[in-house]
Nanobody, 124 residues
Framework: QVQLVESGGGSVQAGGSLRLSCAAS????????MGWFRQAPGKEREFVAS????????YYPDSVKGRFTISRDNAKNTVYLQMNSLKPEDTAVYYC?????????????????WGQGTQVTVSS
């Protein structure tokens, strides 16, 4: 069974940076498309970033484009989310997810495995 464990969350002031990590075990990490989602209280889970398994192509919604960067290190079975210029509206629980088959990257229902989440709080 694939396990995903996020780390790196915390509290930061607006304009600051955080780097989230997600370590995978129990599967062939290089064969997964990886994604990050977030969920704020009272809101639906929202797509944040995705990176393809073979091409390494990355995808972002407009809300984080230019501020967030997703990357992966297949040798370490880890995917990262570098978050810069953070805003209070970025406050949420951030989840790492793995997709076995290449489907629409921005839909949470297409991901097969999920981490437990890590809290990110941005104060103004």
């Amino acid at each position: 069974q694939v396990q995903l464990v996020e780390s790196g969350g915390g509290s930061v002031q607006a304009g600051g940076s955080l780097r989230l990590s997600c370590a995978a075990s129990g599967g062939t990490f290089s064969g997964f498309n990886m994604g990050w989602f977030r969920q704020a209280p009272g809101k639906e889970r929202e797509f944040v970033a995705s990176i393809r398994r073979i091409t390494g192509n990355t995808y972002y919604p407009d809300s984080v484009k230019g501020r967030f960067t997703i990357s992966r290190d297949n040798a370490k079975n880890t995917v990262y989310l570098q978050m810069n210029s953070l805003k209070p509206e970025d406050t949420a629980v951030y989840y790492c997810a793995a997709m076995v088959y290449s489907r629409s990257y921005d839909r949470s229902e297409n991901y097969d495995f999920w981490g437990q989440g890590t809290q990110v709080t941005v104060s103004s």
